[in-house]
């Protein structure tokens, strides 16, 4: 008997021990403990400074990092020759001494249709060119000149301040075409008058070239002028007694409305962009 219940003892201690194990495995294995470090939150002020000077229109960021190394970029003063180098965006950051703005410039073109006026905003509730371009950037971008609300066609926007502004300045002679259509046919008398330049309300006026437009009837005319004066092709024909119907800018700068419809914009291409400079 003694044998016996000293083997049931045995037993009886190895099934606890299983039932002890399983209980272990039920509960799943122990978990251990570990601390990862946190990942490191980037300051949004920060800017790296290939990329501050890249965004300010000098190169691209790949060569932005040849002209750091070459050590043409200075950071408050301070020379800065550090790949992979980080600066605020209120630092002072000038490329051969000139100083930069890291706002990416942005240049966007509008079909603009009638019944929106050319402004940011109006307190009589009229609708704006602003809401046809909301999606166009995340950038403050501002029309270069204007259009009347019955004006359609062409409508540059950018936050190039400077390149708005020789835009906009009458002797940088940018060019500006319109096709006018009139409320009855365009004497060749007046015609001529345009052509050799009238004399308006505020001063003398002298355009650039004016024509009938072939295959349609003479009250479409298309005219090129490069004054900035305000409802100028508008006043030039109300001057001999004509009312225009309609008005279309179909040319600015050299831009063209090729495959933009009415209503819809495009931001512009490299070359675009860099035919703007030269033109000015």
């Not at 002072?92 to 019944?115: A, S, T």
């Not at 008005?247 to 931001?267: E, N, Q, S, Y």
Request: hydrophobic share 30%.
């Amino acid at each position: 008997m003694g044998t016996f219940k000293k083997n049931n003892d045995k037993k009886s201690s190895s099934k606890d021990r299983r039932y002890k194990d399983s209980k272990s495995f039920a509960k799943g294995p122990k978990k251990i403990s570990s601390q990862k470090p946190k990942p490191q939150v980037s300051d949004p002020d920060l800017i790296r400074l290939n990329r501050y000077v890249a965004n300010s229109g000098v190169c691209s960021r790949r060569d932005a990092d040849t002209y750091i190394a070459a050590g043409n970029v200075t950071v408050n003063g301070k020379t800065i020759t550090e790949m992979g180098h980080k600066v605020k965006r209120s630092d002072i950051v000038k490329f051969d001494g000139r100083l930069l703005n890291p706002q990416k410039k942005e240049y966007v073109l509008l079909n603009k249709p009638k019944n929106f006026i050319t402004t940011t905003s109006d307190e009589r509730g009229r609708r704006t060119v602003m809401e046809l371009i909301s999606k166009a950037s995340k950038s403050r971008l501002l029309p270069v000149g204007r259009l009347d609300r019955n004006t359609t066609g062409l409508l540059l926007f950018t936050n190039d301040g400077d390149l708005a502004k020789k835009l906009t300045h009458p002797k940088h002679g940018v060019r500006k075409i319109y096709h006018v259509e009139l409320n009855k046919s365009l004497r060749a008398e007046d015609l001529k008058k345009i052509k050799e330049g009238l004399i308006l309300d505020d001063g003398p006026l002298k355009v650039d070239e004016v024509s009938y437009i072939t295959g349609s009837p003479k009250k479409e005319v298309g005219i090129e002028i490069h004054s900035g004066k305000n409802r100028i092709v508008r006043r030039i024909f109300e001057h001999l007694d004509y009312d225009v119907i309609k008005l279309d800018r179909v040319i600015f700068a050299g831009l063209t409305k090729k495959d933009l419809p009415r209503g819809h914009w495009r931001h512009l291409t490299k070359q675009e962009v860099i035919n703007l400079g030269m033109n000015q």
